[in-house]
Every structure is written in structure tokens, then in C-alpha cells.
């Protein structure tokens, strides 16, 4: 990508805020137009937020990462405060209001001062970084930040891209209302990101050694901004001959391009995200953003939006998607998008690179989310939804079909297969099952593992990530239990679970992809300690309804040898869960059809554990309970072979005879 815009053309980079799709707050043609539903709530949320209390970020929270592990105490709080300042900005711009910095009435711009407010707490605390990821703290043995040695990391990108977007949309009101402000933003951020930034090209998350990943569109994307919007003097204008503003921008610009090939080197080919779906909007999806405002700003002398891979990435959203907020949720990603995201990115991409199943899905997305332009994803997304007209009109007009499920999704880098009974519909079964190994991004010990959901509701499941501490990125992290094989839809020869690394994983792929069935085929004994099994042959397939089938059906079939004699196949189940001798049904929880599943009842035993959850994320995706039935050979040799079959299961089927009940409500 560098190749193409580097060097930059002289002038590429000059007056980059008018050159915005974005305008600031005295464009009342713009911001008066926006429709009067999403107007009234972005209002109404505003208000309702002036009502509550400001966070208070604190130092004894701050530390809670360096002393317990607990990163929600700080983390928690600074969102929440951004999400405040972003809100009450966007009420301002919509509102328009704005007073002169000696009128004393409290309610002369109660959004605008609030913002102010918000903003001036922010410029005032001793650090942006997160705990967890400040080294220079860590190296000290300190547990407070040191202002004058700022780390730049995801939290301060947040902060510094909610300064250059607040300073560009009501930076004539912010002079008139609290003159010395904007000085203000510049030199917190030109302290904490930009010099930083520009200082020393050897961080970690630019990925220069190959393993670039979320943090490098995210970093990348707010100094970006900075760099557009903040390299300036507010109170001087620049004469048109005055080089040093633009140089600047050019070199931090320069920067941001080499820095970003790192990343899209390291994206595979078919568009697959190892880090999960949540992880597309906190990478790929920013990646997109960066992209539309460099050409934005610098025309075509900037515009790398035609890569042949961009368009193979802006499926990854919809060829995930189960039903409603659910996805096929590897690594870290959650079962349900846990916030609420920029859906509009998704939906003008969709339609510059001509996918209609991609505008009708984010179209879909942020009805689901009931949100248009959420402030929680960043003040800069929230103005670029709301601003554009397109996107304001789509979003509050008729709801799409859902027409966007393929039939079949095979990614053969990330060795993800996720198939339908039939196109353009989540009713009945979903299969999705993954190869790959276990040293990806954000990796949990899955390696073989599957889901299957019915009508869109996943009841063999992916726990997903729990709250995060200090330890979820550190040694300990597979001492939580959800990240372990042990809690994964996979095979545990003779006890043994998988171990971490890229050298664990799946060998021997192979797919099937037709009319009638879609599978995947891998040998897994290299996921597992070396001498743990010789051989452990999976495969998982869906049979759609046929003359042959007449109903639609998913088997997954294990064989092994050269093991301990008593394997072990785990199934993290999500319902209420009855079984009993070759039989166990899954009853969704909402009412919705569940699963029958069935086993030769002579080939293996069948433990059942509940495990109460408690994490408000787990909780969140699943309720209180999981279940996970484990399957035991009863063969006495040193191989074997058990099959699963799973069927819709219309209503509860009654088993009366030797059954046995789990409660997951």
C-alpha cells in the first residue's frame, strides 16, 4: 500500500479539514438535515446523560490492574466517560448551541459545557494508557503513570481521536465558549500520542516483526486524525505560504502508511479475522475508516481503496453471522457483539465495492442495535453516520430481507468452514468448525472444535472471552477456564488438552463443499502434547435434506489410534439439557427449536456438568448456566471411533426412561 502513496504529492496534505465529509458545527445545512428520529435520539440519551454523574477516572482504580488484576475498575470508567463526552458532543453539534465565554445563565449550553467539561477531565488526568498496557509503569515496579513518559496504546488512541474529531466539529463554538481549550487539546495530545509516535518507530503494535493486529488500525487510525486535524495552531491561522504545519502532517501521514502496511500484510487472503468477529470492527473495520479519509483528504493521490483484498475482508461480518447479534465467535470474540458498532463503514463499503448482502446485513446490524451513529464506537463515527445522508436516510427506512447468509463459507487461511442448510435464510441447522492452530491472535485452545446452531441460536457453543484481567495476556492466561480445550468442542485423548502455540494445531485439511453436504476433515493429534495420540482423524458434516436425507442432519465423526484407551469428546452445550443411553436433547432457551442429539449408546458414556456463570459477559451470551456433556469410549484398545448425530429437534422429545435433567435457566 505504501508503495502507491509514498511520497506524498506536495499540497497533498493542505487545509485536510475542509476537505472532510464531516463539517464542522456552523454547517447548519448539513446537521439540521439529519432525520428527525435519530436527532431525537441522540437528544434524548444526551439528556438523560446530563442527569447522571461524570465517571471520576482514579489512581487506586488505575493501580487495580497492577494489584488484583482488575482492569474494569479504570477501563470501565474511562469508557464510560467517553462515551459521555462523545454524546454530549454530538447533542451539541446537532443543537447547535453556543454562548460567549462570560454569559454566567447555567443553561445557556448545557451539552456544550458538559462536553467541555468531560474533555478538560480528560486532558487532566495523568495518563490515556490502561494499566495493563503501560511497560514504562511496569518496568518502574510503579503502579502510578508518570505523565512526562506516556505510553501510547489503545486507551490513549481512544482519547486523542475523541480530541481531534470534538476540536473539528465545534471548534468555532469551543472558541467562542471556552477560548484556550483547543491550545489545550493540541498539547495533550501532541504530549501524549503524536510526539511519542513520531519519536521512536520501534512499538511493539506496529508489527513490524509480522504480527501486526487490532492495535495497529486502531493506533494508527487516531493519530491519523490527530495528524489531520490537531497539526495547527488554532489561534493563529496559517499563511498560505507557511510550510511547517503541513510538513508535519505529511511526515505523521508518511507514518501512518508505512505503519498500516504491517498490518495488511499479515491479513490472510480469503478475509478471515483469527481474532474473532468482535475484532473485525476493532482492526479491519478501522482499517476501512482510514482508508476513506485519506482519500477523503488527499483525492486520489491518497486513495488505496482498490486492494483486492478489501473485499474479500468486507464479508467477514455476514459470512459469520448465525442470527440476530450472534456469530461464529473464535478467539476472544464474544457469542453476541458486546457493543454497539459503526455499522454504516460496512454498509458504504458495501455498496462502493457492489455487495448488496453486505447493506442489507449492516442495515440489518444496526437496527438490531437500535443505534444509527452509537457514541460508544468514537465521537469521529458518530459524526460520519449522522452526517451522511445516504446511510441516515437507508437506516431509517423499510427493514431489509435477510439475504445475506450464504450456503457455504470455506476460509482457507484461517481453516474456517460455516454452512447452511440453504442460502439466503438462518432457519434450521448451522454448522460452522475450525482447523487451524493454536498460536493465533487472541487464540483459545480450539483447535478441531465446532458450533451448531437452530433458526440462528447457537446451542453448541464457543464460551467466549470472560471480563478481561492482568493475566489474560500474560502466562496465565489459559488458566481460565473458558480458554482451555478442556471447555471447547473437541476431542481430550486420554486427559490430555491442548497446548498453546502456532506449532499445536490441525494438520491434513480438507473440505467438502456441494449441494447435498458440506464437512470439514482434519487430523488433530499435533494440537496435543507430542506422544498423547498418534492419530485423531475429525470430521464434521452437514447433510441437507434430500430424497436420500429427508431431513437435514450434522455428523461429526471421530477416529484415533495409537491413544490412551478411553477418549474423551467434549460438547459445550447452551439450553436445557436432557439425556439419557445414546440420546441427549438441547431445549433453547427463548422457546425456540433445540437439538437431538444422538450416539451408539454401546460405544461410549455419557457426564454431564453444569458450571454456573458469573462473568457479565459469559452471562450476557448464555445466562447462568452451561452445560458440558462429555462422551467417554468405552473401548479398551489403543484406537477407536465414535459418531455424533444432531437433528432439529421441533419440540422437547420426551424420554422418560432413565433420563436425566440440567436446568440451564
Not at 212 to 220: F, G, L, M, T, V
Request: aromatic share 8%; net charge negative; with cysteine.
Amino acid at each position: 500500500m505504501s508503495e502507491r502513496l509514498l511520497p506524498l504529492p506536495e499540497r497533498a496534505l493542505a487545509d485536510p479539514a475542509a476537505r472532510l465529509t464531516v463539517p464542522d458545527v456552523t454547517r447548519r445545512e448539513v446537521w439540521d438535515a439529519v432525520p428527525k428520529a435519530l436527532r431525537e435520539r441522540v437528544l434524548a440519551d444526551a439528556a438523560d446523560e446530563l442527569g447522571r454523574p461524570a465517571p471520576r477516572l482514579t489512581a487506586g482504580a488505575w493501580a487495580r490492574a497492577l494489584r488484583d488484576g482488575n482492569r474494569g475498575a479504570y477501563e470501565d470508567a474511562a469508557w464510560r466517560l467517553q462515551e459521555r463526552v462523545s454524546l454530549l458532543c454530538l447533542a451539541a453539534v446537532l443543537t447547535g448551541e453556543s454562548a460567549d465565554a462570560a454569559d454566567p445563565a447555567p443553561d445557556a449550553c448545557p451539552y456544550l459545557d458538559a462536553a467541555v467539561d468531560g474533555l478538560v477531565a480528560f486532558a487532566e488526568t495523568s495518563t490515556w494508557c490502561w494499566a495493563p498496557h503501560d511497560r514504562f509503569a511496569a518496568a518502574r515496579g510503579e503502579v502510578v503513570p508518570d505523565p512526562d513518559d506516556p505510553y501510547p496504546d489503545l486507551g490513549a488512541a481512544e482519547v486523542a481521536a475523541l480530541f481531534a474529531w470534538a476540536d473539528h466539529a465545534l471548534g468555532p463554538h469551543l472558541d467562542r465558549r471556552a477560548p484556550g481549550l483547543r491550545r489545550r487539546l493540541r498539547r495533550e495530545v501532541e504530549a501524549r500520542l503524536l510526539g511519542p509516535f513520531e519519536r521512536r518507530g520501534d512499538w511493539a503494535w506496529i508489527g513490524a516483526d509480522g504480527g501486526a493486529n487490532n492495535w495497529n488500525p486502531w493506533i494508527h487510525g487516531a493519530v491519523l486524525a490527530a495528524a489531520l486535524l490537531l497539526c495547527d495552531d488554532p489561534d493563529e491561522p496559517a499563511a498560505p505560504d507557511a510550510p511547517a504545519d503541513e510538513e508535519r502532517r505529511t511526515r505523521l501521514v508518511s507514518l501512518v502508511v508505512e505503519g498500516l502496511d504491517h498490518y495488511v500484510r499479515a491479513l490472510p487472503d480469503d478475509g478471515g479475522i483469527d481474532e474473532g468477529i468482535s475484532y473485525w470492527w476493532a482492526g479491519a473495520c478501522r482499517l476501512l475508516e482510514i482508508l476513506d479519509l485519506l482519500a477523503d483528504v488527499g483525492g486520489p493521490a491518497l486513495d488505496a481503496r482498490e486492494l483486492p483484498l478489501l473485499a474479500e475482508l468486507l464479508k467477514y461480518p455476514r459470512r459469520m453471522h448465525l442470527g440476530a447479534d450472534r456469530y461464529v465467535n473464535v478467539g476472544d470474540a464474544p457469542a453476541r457483539l458486546d457493543t454497539r458498532q459503526p455499522w454504516q463503514v460496512p454498509f458504504r463499503w458495501g455498496g462502493r465495492l457492489g455487495q448488496p448482502d453486505t447493506v442489507a446485513h449492516a442495515l440489518a446490524g444496526a437496527r438490531q442495535q437500535e443505534c444509527a451513529a452509537p457514541p460508544r464506537a468514537g465521537l469521529g463515527r458518530a459524526l460520519t453516520a449522522l452526517a451522511d445522508r445516504d446511510w441516515c436516510r437507508a437506516v431509517t427506512g423499510p427493514v431489509p430481507e435477510p439475504s445475506w447468509p450464504s450456503r457455504e463459507t470455506w476460509l482457507p487461511r484461517l481453516q474456517i468452514l460455516v454452512a447452511r442448510e440453504a442460502a439466503g435464510s438462518t432457519d434450521g441447522l448451522t454448522l460452522a468448525v475450525k482447523a487451524g492452530h493454536n498460536g493465533e491472535h487472541h487464540n483459545h485452545l480450539d483447535v478441531g472444535s465446532y458450533w451448531l446452531a437452530v433458526d440462528g441460536r447457537p446451542l453448541v457453543v464457543d464460551v467466549g472471552r470472560p471480563t478481561y484481567t492482568a493475566q489474560t495476556f500474560g502466562p496465565d492466561r489459559y488458566a481460565a477456564w473458558p480458554f482451555t480445550s478442556g471447555w471447547h468442542n473437541v476431542p481430550e485423548p486420554g486427559g490430555a488438552g491442548q497446548l498453546p502455540g502456532a506449532a499445536y494445531g490441525a494438520r491434513e485439511v480438507g473440505v467438502e463443499l456441494g449441494a447435498d453436504h458440506s464437512g470439514l476433515t482434519a487430523e488433530l493429534s499435533a494440537a496435543y502434547p507430542p506422544g498423547t495420540v498418534e492419530r485423531w482423524d475429525r470430521t464434521a458434516r452437514l447433510t441437507r435434506a434430500s430424497s436420500g436425507a429427508p431431513a437435514s442432519y450434522v455428523s461429526v465423526e471421530d477416529r484415533w489410534r495409537g491413544g490412551p484407551p478411553r477418549g474423551a469428546l467434549h460438547h459445550v452445550l447452551a439450553g436445557h439439557v436432557e439425556h439419557g443411553d445414546g440420546w441427549a436433547t438441547v431445549t433453547c432457551p427463548d422457546g425456540g427449536r433445540g437439538l437431538e442429539m444422538r450416539w451408539d449408546p454401546d460405544a461410549a458414556d455419557a457426564v454431564v456438568e453444569p458450571r454456573k456463570l458469573d462473568d457479565p459477559l459469559l452471562t450476557r451470551s448464555w445466562g447462568d448456566v452451561l452445560t458440558r456433556l462429555t462422551l467417554i469410549a468405552r473401548t479398551s484398545g489403543t484406537q477407536g471411533g465414535l459418531c455424533v448425530r444432531w437433528l432439529v429437534a421441533a419440540a422437547p422429545l420426551n424420554y422418560r426412561s432413565a433420563s436425566h435433567s440440567i436446568s440451564n435457566r
